[in-house]
C-alpha cells in the first residue's frame, strides 16, 4: 500500500514562502508522476504542479515563476517551493503519485495566505 505524507503547510504572510513536502512510502518512488494540486473551498480541485520520474516539470499558469517542483528519489520526497504566495493560493495542497493505473493521494496539507 502507497502512503503520501504531506507537511509545511500554515499561515503566511502575503509575499511569504513556504515549502511543502510530501514523503511517499510502499512503492518505488522512482517511477512514479508526482503532481500537486490543491483545492479551494467551494472550487474544483486544479493541478499546481507536476514532476515526471525522468525530472521534467510542469506547472499551472497562475503558479509559473512562482512556485517550484522538485523530487529527491534518495529520500522519497517531492517537495514544492512556493513564493511570493498571494491570499489566492490559500488552499488545501495534496500529493499525487501515479504510475500507469495506480494513482494515490495525499491527505492534504491546508496552506493559508492571510495578513
Known amino acids: 500500500q502507497v502512503q503520501l505524507v504531506e507537511s509545511g503547510g500554515g499561515l503566511v504572510q502575503p509575499g511569504g514562502s513556504l515549502r511543502l513536502s510530501c514523503a511517499a512510502s510502499g512503492t518505488i518512488f522512482s517511477l512514479y508522476v508526482m503532481r500537486w494540486y490543491r483545492q479551494a473551498p467551494g472550487e474544483q480541485r486544479e493541478l499546481v504542479a507536476g514532476i515526471t520520474s525522468g525530472g521534467s516539470t510542469n506547472y499551472g499558469d497562475s503558479m509559473k515563476g512562482r512556485f517550484t517542483i522538485s523530487r529527491d528519489n534518495a529520500k522519497n520526497t517531492v517537495y514544492l517551493q512556493m513564493n511570493n504566495l498571494k491570499p489566492e493560493d490559500t488552499a488545501a495542497y495534496y500529493c499525487?503519485?501515479?504510475?500507469?493505473?495506480?494513482?494515490?493521494w495525499g491527505q492534504g496539507t491546508q496552506v493559508t495566505v492571510s495578513s
Open positions: 499525487y503519485a501515479g504510475w500507469g493505473l495506480k494513482n494515490y
